[in-house]
Structure formats: structure tokens, C-alpha cells
């Protein structure tokens, strides 16, 4: 049950159980179990009601106490001990101190308000603590000096060893003209007894008095001598200058060693320090995580002791301290730190500047701090735990001085720009590059720790012992030497692709590549190359980056990798193509593919570029041979003696080195080879019979359209005709094996007339236009691909046609070209628009021999000479590529049978036809075309000798006004027959007026 009672002017309430019955209490246990514990309250309405009431609290069985105040009133300096905990709650009234002694002892919570009183000579506390722990949630200010040079008193005075937490205000008592800076009247609060502490929690506020025209009262005063501590997560701030003054520091140590810690805020008034040690040899730690503000007007925000006493400062993610830190001139033992558990950044730049004197520089905590700026301190850091960053991800983050690295630590880089660190590493710690930049070391480092790789590159120009990891996205590059293990995921670039970089240890590989630029030639190229001293073991890629080679053929090849140890590390080429199932890569006219060990040294575990047909091989894995078992041997009977015979000396047999198959020419080689030949296909001449039809008709008198006497009479025409073929062309010898088809379409039109005319004949001369393309595809065991033709141009006939049946027919041309190479290995254009052009000058002669009125045969000749050429040009394997002939000089001899016939058309003019077939004979009197790619000298040659089949009619009617004609033909070479052959149709149109 509940009681409530009043004694001595207080009232208490509290649970009680009466007398009951078994059953009553058990259901009044069940009902109450939550209430076991009792606090008593008390009220007090005056001085000696209070304490009373604190006497009845610790007299009760209560675990705490509260007591209530019913009134305001004054409270004169009786102490007031308690045995337990006691909270006193104000409720809205006011208990005044009057005196500046420390009346409460032990264990207090304070809710409510409390204020010192005002005087003329002595003001009192807000409260006076001491030997006990203390919570404030109230109002607490200290008592107002009356008049001038009168303090203010402290607004909660803590002594004797007490514990003061602080969740409310407390303000030291104002005063005028009155300097507080070397006491600790007025501030908010006084720490006077040594092992005091002080934490002011997030919502705590402490401020110190103020002063009308004098110096105003600290926030915190500390004036003893050993164990302090300050815990601060709310706002600790220096009494405001007024009228004038000075304002108060946020914090004023006296002496003795001292530890702040401080998330919250410091801050002093105008003109002061936010922290201050007043005695030379005081001993201070700060650690910061929150905001160390100086007064406006006063440039130091923290003043360390100036003398012996050791100053140690840690900043921890979030710190902003506004204004300098002055730490000891003479102390060498400074310490500034970097320290906590969540990341953040520190500017170096202000290491000399806003923070002076330190003398040693620490990492501690969990970490990553990055350093940003430019540190001129040589003095060295020691990374203790957690990271050390230099850079956080810019063009910025020096150090001057060496860096010591503890076990399980790292020192780390991360910048986007090139840096050099040359300074030393030492420890048991580890070194991580974390930056986009490159980072180089060029001393000889001792450190033992892990070194990772994890984005950018790494440079070791110097030396390292280290086991080292290169993680997916990082580079290890450089000219040094890792003394220790290489697990690579990401690449390796030895030199930067250039240079040589030893592993002096075994070679692990997760996949990952290994990078070298080669200037892909002969054996004697220059090259990165990574050397092993141990063992390898894994799978990884090797790309090459050809840096101006032109390609060469090799016999050993181009050392890679040098493995000296076993060599059990598999690694393929990052190719631009595959040949054979093996990755090559191109360089000018030739390909190189990769091939583990030497061919001199055939077992030597190093790793090759050749430039040879010879297919690599994996050496075989050779099991262990089981010694064999020597039988016991019985000693012999003394033999007779023998004369020793001298043996024949028998030279060891050395096996002849089996020289390579040939070089491997690049894909590339068969398409630049074949090209001058496809444009010969297209630059070619046809016969007189093809371009214009038939023009001898046997005379006929009765017919308007011929001559008078029985000459033929020619009049002025136009014509077009269209044309197309397919070829397969299996050259006699190509250097690089190569056979190709071309696919043509060819558009011609022109205009003839007769110029002159005699007995003798008609000569008839005229231009022609023509438009054209040629498509062929390449093959060749080396690579296949496409060239793609669209040519364009013009050129004249002249024709004489003899009465007696004997013609001679001179035609030329000149050609321009636009071609596309491609290449079906590399997957890609090799030359897009390469120009092009041609010229052909050709003469063919004939004689007509009437073998009846319907019947004739043909005789003919034909001599043409065509060149093309192209402009040169570079690909992107680095190979220039140049015409060096594309000559042709082509005889035919034919001879054709003619049939001709006429009549009469309805509308009674004359129509006529005349069907051929002819048979030839062609060769070829030139030696093929022939092309330069880089340093090698290609050709193709075709068969000389071919021989023709064709068949062609012309239809005139409208009194040969109008007149239709074409031709099939086919050909072959004889040489191989069959294997090199054309087929092709001509049609044409003429209209004559």
C-alpha cells in the first residue's frame, strides 16, 4: 500500500506492505512486484527543511531520494552530505547560495534553478560541489559582483575529487571592470581539486561571466594540479567582451596534466584562446573531433605550455579548429596526432603554419586519414594503426620526412597525378596504392609489411621487401626489384612497358597481365621484359604493344619473361587475331604468337615472341624417374694384370638446331599483295567486237544504209553498254599463298563518228565514259579479307574500217580508284578511301574473209599495256604499305567465225543480225604486281598463258538506225587448268543518226 506522511515540514511517499494475511500478501507481491525498490520524496520550503530532509533521505532504506522545493529561498553554507543518491528539484522556484563555500558534498542530481548571490564584497556560488558525482540538468549561474572590480563567482564549483556531468546551462556571474583571466571567479565552471572531472554533454552549455569593460571569466577554469579530465559534447564557451573588454577563453588551465576530449564546441570570446595552459610546464592532451573556435580578433585557438610541459594534441574525423595551435618551443616531445575510427582528411600545408612546435607525428585509431596539401615538417610520421593516405584522390598530399610503419598499419598513396616519393619506409607495416595516379618509389625501402595494389600504378624504380599483391584494377610498373612474392589480378607493366623490373621471388598469377611495350622486329628488338628469380605458378595474359617495329623474321625470338626457377605459370598472348588456334599479334608484314622456352635453350622456362610458322608447343610435363635398384656386386678375384689400352676419343654428338619453318607474315600481308591485281581486273581493255557490236555488213545495194559501189557507210551513233564477271585468280606464285576472286560491274557509254572517208576506208573516232566496281575477296593461309573497288573515268577510240575487210582499232583509258581494305582476322578496316588510278592503251587489228554471202572469218590480234598504281599508306599495325609495280602488257590472238543475215520488216525497212564465235588465245608478257609492306617485298603473279571461249550476236533494225549486241565469254589458264578462270557477259545499245 501507499503512505504519505509530513515530518519536520517534509513529506515523504513511499510503498509500503501492512500486516495481511498468506494469501493477501502473495497477491499483493504479485501486484507490487514492480515497485520493490522505493524512492523517497521529500519537500522543502526553507533551509532547515532541506536539510532535514537530506538527514531523513539517509536515514530511510531508499536506494534514492528526491526533494522538492515548495518555495524559494536562500541557502546560507550548511553542508549538505548525503550517503546515497538525492536528487533536489527546484520546481520553478529559485535556491539562492549566499555563500562561496562548498556546502554539498557526495551524490546530487540538480533539476531546476540555481543562483549565486549578488554582492558588493563576496558573491556565492551557483553551487558548490565536492567529493562525490553530480548531474546537472537545471539553470546554475553564478552571483553578480555589485559594482566595479567586484568578480562574479563561479557558477558551479567543483572540488575534493567530485565528478560533475552537465545536461543543463551554467553561466558564471557577471561583473564590472574586473579582470577573471587569472582566477576562476567567474567562470562556469571551476575544477579546483586534482582527479576532478567534467563532462558536458550534448545538450550541456557552460559559459563563463561576463565583464563590463574588464577581462571576462573562462568557460571551464582549471586551476589543479594533476588528473584532470574534460569530456565536452556540447558548448563550452568564453565569457563575451562588453563595453570594450576582453572576452573570456573557452577553456583556462592552470597547471598539472590535463586531458580534453572534444566533440562539441570551444569557443572563446573576443580577443581570447579557445584553450589556454597558463604554467610553462603544464601537461596537456587534447583529442578533437568537433570545433576549437579562438575569439574573434586573437589568431590562436589552442596555447599549449611554453615551457617543459608535453603537449599532445589528436585530431579525429570532424575537427575544425579555427585559429593556430602554439604547442611548446622548447619541449621536443610534442606529440600531433591523427586518430579515430572514421576517415577523414588533414591539410599538411598547415603543419608549421597553423599548428607550431610539434615534434612527433602519429596515426592511431582505425582510420584512413588522407593527407592533403604540402608538408615542408622533415620530421618523420609513425603510422601506429590504421591508414596513412597521402592524397585523397587530387594532385595534392606531400611528405618531407620519413615514414614508420607498425605492424599490421598501412601507409598509403592515392593521387591522380604522377608523385615521387623519395623519402625512406621502414616497419613491419604495409604500403597500399590506392590512387588513379602513378606513384614512384626510387629509394631502397625496408619495410617488411603486406604491399598492396589496388587502383593506379605503382612504380618501384628503388627496391622493396615485400610481398606484394596487384589487385584487379592496379599496375605494377618500374625498373626495381621486389624482394619478395608478386600475387598479380591486375597488370604488370615492367618499366612501364619499357624497362625491366625483377621479382626476386615466385610469380603468382590470378589472371592477371603482364604489359610490355616491344619494338616488334628481329631477335635483337628492344623490349620490356620481367624477370623471375623464382618460381611461377597460375594462369595470366602477356599484351604487347608494338612501338615502332616493323616486324622481321626471328629465330629464338623476343624474351618476354625470364623465368629462372620452374617455370609452371601458363600465359597466352593478347592478341590481335588467332592463327591456328593461337593468339598472334601484327607488326608490319609480319605476326608473332608466344611459345614458352627457347629454341637454343629449350628448356630454359622463359617466355618468346617468334614471328615463325612453327606452332607452339607446350613442353611436356616429365614424371619423376624412379632410380634404379644397383644389385649388390661381389668384390672379384684379383684379375690378371692387363695392359691399359688408351680409348678412342669419341666427339659428342650435339643435335643440330632445327631452324624455323618461315616467318609468320601478318593477315594483312595477302590483301595488300592482291590489291594492284584486282585493280588490273577492272583496268583492263575489251575487244573492238565488245565495245561497239559489228560494223562490217556485206554490201548490198538494195539497202538505203549502205554505201554506194559496195562500201560500207557508217554514221554518227551513241552507245552504252554494261558489263560483268566473276574471276577466281590462283596466282602461279604469291608470296604470301594467296588466291582471290573479283566480282565486276562495269558501266561504259561513248560516241563515235566518222572523220574521214576515202576509197580506201572510213576512219571513225569517239569518247567514252566509264563507272565500275570491283568486290573480291582475299585467301590466303595467313588471313583472308575483302577489297572493295569503285572506280570512274574516261577515254577515246579510234577505228579505222578498211573495204576490204581489214580493221585496226587503238583504244585508251585513264582510271581513277577509291578502296577499302579489310581484313577477316583482325575484324576491322585496315584503309578506308586509299585513291588509286589506271592507264591502259591498247591496239587490235583484224581482217574480215568473206567465206560466202552469209559466212566469214576473222583474224585478229590485240596488244594492251595497263598500269595502276595507289597511294601509299601506313596501317594501324604500323606497316607502310606502297605499290611497286602494277604493270600488265596482255597479247590476244583470235580468230572469230561470222554468220550474217537480213530481211525485210512489215514497215519495209531492213533488219540484219550477225552471230559470232570467237576463240583466243591470251599471255601475259609482264612478271605479276609486286608491292612493298614495310621491309618486305611482295608479288603475286598470275598464269601467263590463258586461252577464251565466247559467243556474241548484233541486231540492227530500223535500217541499222538501231542496233542491240553482247557477248559471253569464258577463259581459263592452261598452265593449271581450271584452276585460274573468268566468265563474263557484255550488252550493249547503239543508236546511229
Wanted: proline share 4%; glycine share 14%.
Amino acid at each position: 500500500m501507499k503512505s504519505s506522511y509530513k515530518r519536520h515540514g517534509m513529506q515523504r511517499t513511499c510503498v509500503r506492505a501492512p500486516q495481511l494475511s498468506a494469501i493477501t500478501l502473495a497477491l499483493v507481491a504479485a501486484n507490487l512486484a514492480p515497485q520493490v525498490a522505493c524512492a523517497g520524496v521529500y519537500t522543502a520550503s526553507n533551509q532547515s527543511e532541506l536539510q532535514a530532509a537530506v538527514v531523513a533521505a539517509n536515514a530511510d532504506a531508499d536506494s534514492s531520494s528526491t526533494i522538492n522545493l515548495t518555495a524559494s529561498f536562500s541557502f546560507t553554507g550548511a553542508t549538505l552530505v548525503t550517503t546515497k543518491s538525492i536528487t533536489i528539484d527546484t520546481q520553478g522556484f529559485v535556491l539562492t547560495s549566499i555563500y562561496s563555500t562548498i556546502p554539498i558534498n557526495s551524490n546530487y542530481t540538480f533539476e531546476g534553478t540555481y543562483v549565486g548571490a549578488a554582492s558588493a564584497t563576496t558573491p556565492g556560488y551557483g553551487l558548490a560541489v565536492g567529493n562525490g558525482v553530480f548531474v546537472n540538468n537545471g539553470t546554475v549561474t553564478g552571483g553578480q559582483g555589485i559594482g566595479s572590480n567586484v568578480s562574479g563567482n563561479t557558477g558551479l564549483a567543483v572540488s575534493t575529487r567530485a565528478t560533475l556531468t552537465n545536461n543543463g546551462t551554467i553561466t558564471g556571474g557577471a561583473a564590472t571592470n574586473f579582470n577573471a583571466s587569472s582566477t576562476g571567479l567567474g567562470s562556469g565552471v571551476s575544477l579546483a581539486s586534482t582527479a576532478s572531472s567534467l563532462v558536458n554533454s550534448g545538450s550541456g552549455v557552460i559559459v563563463g561571466g561576463t565583464s563590463d569593460g574588464g577581462v571576462s571569466a573562462a568557460g571551464v577554469f582549471n586551476g589543479v594540479s594533476v588528473g584532470t579530465s574534460i569530456i565536452n559534447q556540447g558548448l563550452i564557451r568564453g565569457g563575451a567582451a562588453l563595453n570594450g573588454g576582453t572576452g573570456g577563453m573557452g577553456i583556462r588551465l592552470t597547471q598539472g596534466t590535463s586531458t580534453i576530449t572534444n566533440s562539441g564546441l570551444i569557443e572563446a570570446g573576443d580577443g581570447a584562446a579557445a584553450i589556454y595552459m597558463f604554467r610553462p610546464t603544464g601537461n596537456l592532451t587534447i583529442v578533437n573531433s568537433g570545433r576549437i573556435h579562438a575569439g574573434s580578433g586573437y589568431a590562436n585557438a589552442v596555447e599549449f605550455a611554453t615551457g617543459a610541459g608535453l603537449s599532445t594534441l589528436e585530431l579525429q574525423a570532424g575537427s575544425d579548429i579555427r585559429g593556430n595551435v602554439i604547442a611548446s618551443a622548447t619541449n621536443t616531445a610534442d606529440i600531433f596526432r591523427l586518430g579515430g575510427n572514421l576517415d577523414d582528411q588533414f591539410d599538411v600545408s598547415s603543419l608549421g603554419a597553423q599548428y607550431q612546435n610539434f615534434d612527433i607525428f602519429q596515426k592511431t585509431g582505425s582510420s584512413t586519414w588522407s593527407l592533403i596539401g604540402d608538408s615542408t615538417v622533415t620530421a618523420p610520421w609513425n603510422v601506429q594503426q590504421g591508414t596513412l593516405q597521402l592524397g585523397n584522390g587530387g594532385t595534392s598530399g606531400t611528405l618531407a620526412g620519413d615514414v614508420v610503419v607498425d605492424s599490421g598499419a598501412t601507409f598509403a598513396f592515392n593521387r591522380s597525378d604522377t608523385y615521387t616519393f623519395n623519402r625512406q619506409i621502414t616497419g613491419a607495416g604495409g604500403v597500399a596504392q590506392n590512387g588513379s595516379g602513378t606513384t614512384l618509389l626510387t629509394d631502397v625501402y625496408t619495410y617488411t609489411g603486406p604491399t598492396t595494389v589496388n587502383l593506379g600504378t605503382l612504380a618501384i624504380d628503388g627496391s622493396i621487401t615485400s610481398p606484394l599483391t596487384v589487385n584487379a584494377l592496379g599496375t605494377l610498373s618500374g625498373n626495381g626489384t621486389v624482394i619478395g612474392n608478386v600475387s598479380n589480378s591486375g597488370t604488370i607493366t615492367p618499366g612501364g612497358g619499357s624497362g625491366v623490373l625483377t621479382i626476386d621471388g615466385d610469380y603468382i598469377g590470378n589472371g592477371g597481365v603482364v604489359a610490355v611495350n616491344t619494338v616488334l622486329g628481329d631477335d635483337s628488338s628492344a623490349t620490356g621484359r620481367l624477370v623471375i628469380t623464382g618460381d611461377t605458378s597460375g594462369t595470366g595474359t602477356i599484351r604487347v604493344t608494338n612501338v615502332g617495329g616493323l616486324g622481321a623474321p626471328t629465330v629464338e625470338g623476343i624474351k618476354l619473361i625470364d623465368v629462372q626457377g620452374l617455370s609452371n605459370g601458363l600465359f597466352t598472348l593478347a592478341g590481335n587475331y588467332t592463327y591456328q588456334g593461337q593468339p598472334a599479334v601484327v607488326a608490319g608484314a609480319y605476326a608473332y604468337r608466344l611459345y614458352q622456352n627457347g629454341v637454343t635453350a629449350s628448356n630454359d622456362g622463359g617466355w618468346y615472341l617468334r614471328s615463325s610458322l612453327d606452332a607452339p608447343v607446350t613442353p611436356p610435363v616429365t614424371p619423376p624417374v624412379t632410380p634404379p635398384v644397383t644389385p649388390p656386386v661381389t668384390p672379384p678375384v684379383e684379375p690378371p694384370v692387363v695392359p691399359p689400352v688408351t680409348p678412342s676419343v669419341t666427339p659428342p654428338v650435339v643435335p643440330p638446331v632445327t631452324p624455323p619453318s618461315g616467318p609468320l607474315l601478318a593477315p594483312t600481308v595477302a590483301l595488300y599483295e592482291s590489291y594492284s591485281s584486282v585493280l588490273q581486273r577492272f583496268n583492263e581493255l575489251g575487244t573492238l567486237q565488245q565495245r561497239v557490236g559489228n560494223r562490217y555488213w556485206q554490201p548490198d545495194a538494195e539497202l538505203q544504209s549502205e554505201a554506194k559501189d559496195g562500201r560500207p557507210a557508217i554514221g554518227r551513233g551513241a552507245w552504252v553498254r554494261a558489263e560483268g564477271s566473276d574471276s577466281q585468280i590462283d596466282p602461279s606464285s604469291s608470296t604470301s599463298s594467296a588466291n582471290y576472286d573479283v566480282h565486276l560491274w562495269k558501266f561504259e557509254a561513248g560516241f563515235d563518228a566518222p572523220v574521214y572517208e576515202s576509197d580506201a576506208g572510213t576512219l571513225v573516232v569517239g569518247p567514252t565514259l566509264h563507272y565500275g566496281t570491283a568486290n573480291s575477296s582475299v585467301a590466303s593461309k595467313y588471313g583472308d579479307g575483302s577489297i572493295d573497288v569503285t572506280g570512274y573515268g574516261f577515254g577515246g577510240a579510234a577505228t579505222w574500217y578498211g573495204n576490204d575487210g581489214t580493221y585496226v582499232d587503238g583504244q585508251a583509258t585513264v582510271s581513277w580508284y577509291d578502296s577499302d581494305l579489310r581484313s577477316s582476322q583482325l575484324g576491322k578496316k585496315l584503309e578506308n578511301g586509299n585513291r588509286g588510278n589506271g592507264v591502259a592503251v591498247g591496239v587490235e587489228v583484224g581482217h574480215r574473209v568473206a567465206l560466202s554471202q552469209t559466212w566469214s572469218v576473222t583474224p585478229q590480234a590485240q596488244l594492251s599495256w595497263s598500269q595502276v598504281s595507289f597511294d601509299s599508306f601506313r596501317d594501324d599495325y604500323d606497316a607502310k604499305v606502297s605499290d611497286d609495280n602494277g604493270d600488265s602488257l596482255v597479247s590476244r590472238l583470235g580468230v572469230s567465225l561470222d554468220r550474217e543475215t537480213r530481211w525485210i520488216a512489215s514497215n519495209g525497212k531492213t533488219s540484219r543480225s550477225h552471230l559470232y564465235g570467237i576463240t583466243n588465245l591470251y599471255y601475259d608478257f609482264a612478271n605479276g604486281t609486286s608491292a612493298d609492306v614495310s621491309d618486305l617485298h611482295v608479288k603475286s603473279e598470275e598464269q601467263a598463258l590463258w586461252a577464251g571461249l565466247g559467243v556474241g550476236a548484233s541486231l540492227n533494225w530500223d535500217d541499222d538506225r538501231s542496233m542491240l549486241f553482247g557477248e559471253l565469254l569464258g577463259r581459263t589458264s592452261l598452265q593449271d587448268f581450271g584452276d585460274s578462270h573468268s566468265v563474263g557477259a557484255k550488252v550493249g545499245v547503239r543508236v546511229t543518226w
